[in-house]
């Protein structure tokens, strides 16, 4: 089974591509914001940084390198977190425009999710009467019929294009056969240990939000992987302090942010991601955990060292 981790490592999601400025005005999709925001998050004890970009104008999904290049270089001068960058991008997005920032900053790490699904949050817009931004209601809406496109020859060649940059990988596994799919990979020869996995719960279209299925996702990656990874979970929702909490204890890591939660507690908005981060560390220190630094998350995760980074 994976190693209990002797210290936690704290990831956050900033942004995302999921949730839309409607949702909350605490979500950061100006550059400026986002690194705030992310800046913030690291001061508050989140070792890596999950990162999407936003159109600074409508606050839409954007794979623009030129648009990451805004607030990446502001984060890596003003913090020693781990730029992670996405290559989920947005459901919408083509694999060359979800690949574009990745290659040209080659980061320590980048997400990589491990299977296509269908990927919906259209109850999210049930209840709103006016929008911000005119695309925002459509978009929301319309996931109802996303197909999120990750097919082996995709994933097969975001570790290729990516091979020669010493980055490594957030594996993003929304659902048990994701975790078959990365077996796969690592009997090609494609992922080497220690490798990162990221068990996603409470997405529609994915593995469900019930304690059960955390475990579940655990002792299958343990059975496939045996102490060749390194486990987190993160919690879409209401989910998200819960059952990142029952990762830990389980000797896993976590991750929170806007991205995955716009809440803080039941019923009420969480006003950064910062707030969602000293939340759950304050709950882990409780329960007796010690908070990874970003030095001890480089170190556990085998990352090549910020120096490293093409910004």
């Given at each position: 089974?994976?190693?209990?981790?002797?210290?936690?490592?704290?990831?956050?999601?900033?942004?995302?591509?999921?949730?839309?400025?409607?949702?909350?005005?605490?979500?950061?999709?100006?550059?400026?914001?986002?690194?705030?925001?992310?800046?913030?998050?690291?001061?508050?004890?989140?070792?890596?940084?999950?990162?999407?970009?936003?159109?600074?104008?409508?606050?839409?999904?954007?794979?623009?390198?030129?648009?990451?290049?805004?607030?990446?270089?502001?984060?890596?001068?003003?913090?020693?977190?781990?730029?992670?960058?996405?290559?989920?991008?947005?459901?919408?997005?083509?694999?060359?425009?979800?690949?574009?920032?990745?290659?040209?900053?080659?980061?320590?790490?980048?997400?990589?999710?491990?299977?296509?699904?269908?990927?919906?949050?259209?109850?999210?817009?049930?209840?709103?009467?006016?929008?911000?931004?005119?695309?925002?209601?459509?978009?929301?809406?319309?996931?109802?019929?996303?197909?999120?496109?990750?097919?082996?020859?995709?994933?097969?060649?975001?570790?290729?294009?990516?091979?020669?940059?010493?980055?490594?990988?957030?594996?993003?596994?929304?659902?048990?056969?994701?975790?078959?799919?990365?077996?796969?990979?690592?009997?090609?020869?494609?992922?080497?240990?220690?490798?990162?996995?990221?068990?996603?719960?409470?997405?529609?279209?994915?593995?469900?939000?019930?304690?059960?299925?955390?475990?579940?996702?655990?002792?299958?990656?343990?059975?496939?992987?045996?102490?060749?990874?390194?486990?987190?979970?993160?919690?879409?929702?209401?989910?998200?302090?819960?059952?990142?909490?029952?990762?830990?204890?389980?000797?896993?890591?976590?991750?929170?942010?806007?991205?995955?939660?716009?809440?803080?507690?039941?019923?009420?908005?969480?006003?950064?991601?910062?707030?969602?981060?000293?939340?759950?560390?304050?709950?882990?220190?409780?329960?007796?955990?010690?908070?990874?630094?970003?030095?001890?998350?480089?170190?556990?995760?085998?990352l090549k060292g910020k120096q490293q980074v093409r910004l």
């Amino acid at each position: 089974m994976a190693k209990k981790a002797s210290k936690v490592i704290i990831s956050c999601a900033i942004t995302g591509a999921i949730h839309t400025p409607t949702l909350s005005a605490a979500l950061p999709y100006k550059p400026k914001d986002i690194a705030r925001q992310a800046i913030d998050a690291a001061n508050a004890g989140a070792a890596i940084l999950h990162l999407h970009a936003r159109d600074p104008e409508t606050g839409s999904p954007t794979g623009n390198p030129d648009v990451f290049a805004q607030f990446l270089s502001e984060i890596h001068a003003e913090s020693d977190a781990v730029i992670n960058l996405t290559t989920g991008g947005s459901p919408t997005m083509t694999v060359e425009q979800r690949l574009a920032a990745a290659l040209r900053f080659r980061p320590e790490m980048c997400s990589l999710n491990m299977g296509s699904m269908n990927f919906a949050f259209h109850p999210m817009g049930g209840k709103v009467t006016e929008w911000q931004f005119p695309w925002e209601k459509e978009y929301i809406a319309n996931s109802e019929s996303f197909i999120f496109r990750n097919t082996f020859a995709d994933v097969a060649r975001i570790y290729e294009l990516m091979s020669d940059y010493g980055t490594r990988y957030e594996h993003e596994c929304y659902d048990i056969g994701h975790l078959y799919n990365l077996a796969h990979f690592v009997d090609r020869g494609l992922v080497k240990p220690p490798f990162f996995i990221q068990s996603v719960i409470g997405i529609l279209g994915g593995i469900g939000a019930d304690p059960d299925n955390v475990l579940f996702m655990r002792r299958t990656a343990d059975r496939l992987f045996g102490d060749d990874y390194v486990w987190s979970v993160l919690a879409a929702g209401r989910a998200q302090m819960p059952l990142t909490t029952q990762a830990a204890l389980l000797g896993g890591n976590v991750r929170v942010g806007l991205e995955d939660s716009l809440h803080i507690g039941r019923g009420k908005l969480a006003t950064s991601n910062a707030e969602q981060v000293q939340k759950i560390r304050r709950i882990l220190e409780e329960l007796g955990l010690t908070i990874a630094t970003p030095a001890e998350a480089r170190e556990i995760l085998a990352l090549k060292g910020k120096q490293q980074v093409r910004l």
